[in-house]
DNA sequence: CAGTATCCAGTCTGATACTG
DNA sequence: CAGTATCAGACTGGATACTG
């Protein structure tokens, strides 16, 4: 099981995947291209900050392109690569997977969390 | 697109699965139990309070169990859930994935790295 | 509009040492 | 064997303010 060892690359990939807003960023260009200002109020509470380093990497790792037009106001545009819309299969059984067993994951939380309120009091 | 609201209760599953280990241990226990010493050398470099920790997480989401035998010395066996099995199939598309496109991912990092020389001497 | 610059608190991770 | 306790460093994510 190749994944399992340390210096697997595919750990590189699966921490990119976890990292806080990357899935996010990706589904949000699941359906063409987007501005930065689009992609902010689509992906929610992020910061321009945060949202930008996201793009950055997401950007180095090939799975998003980024597009600047020589305009005044600027206007950039992110779109996902083939690389990365190649992602978005993967990406959809994980989300259904999410969307189907949220509830039993929620539920088993809540009695872990009963069950440490008993012992403390 | 619910995943994409902030209070969405996907983000909660992505995180989990996103952490360091979880993948990982996962994977590890996909062929059956495993004591905590034998996850550990499986998962490679994990230390036994991250390793714990990740796990105790795993459990509280109800993905693994854990199983103590009353014997000296301890033996504990942790094991995936129906919930934890159920994962599996999702995961093993992202692998795939992971597995067939890592080198596409590394040569555009590569590229980037180099980019960053050029202009920084 | 599309960011950058600064600063900071919290989290993650690990090393190390110890225990029933 | 299967952990727990403690400490410390790196990294993350975010608040806030500013800019071409």
Redesign the interface.
Known sequence: ??????DC????????????WS??VI??LAHGPLRFTALKA????VTSKVLTETLRAL?????VSRRAYDESPPRVEYELTP?GV??L???A???????A?????????ER?LDALDAVHG
Chains 1, 2 share one sequence.
Do not use: C, K, T, Y
């Not at 099981?1 to 340390?6: E, F, K, Q, T």
């Open positions: 099981m190749d994944v399992l060892r340390p690359p595919s750990r590189v990939v699966m921490q990119r995947i976890g990292e806080r899935m996010f589904l949000a689509r992906v929610g509470v950007e180095a790792d090939g799975l690389l190649s992602l299969e993967p990406m059984a994980m989300r259904a997977w999410a969307e067993h949220v509830p039993e994951v929620l539920a088993s939380r872990h």
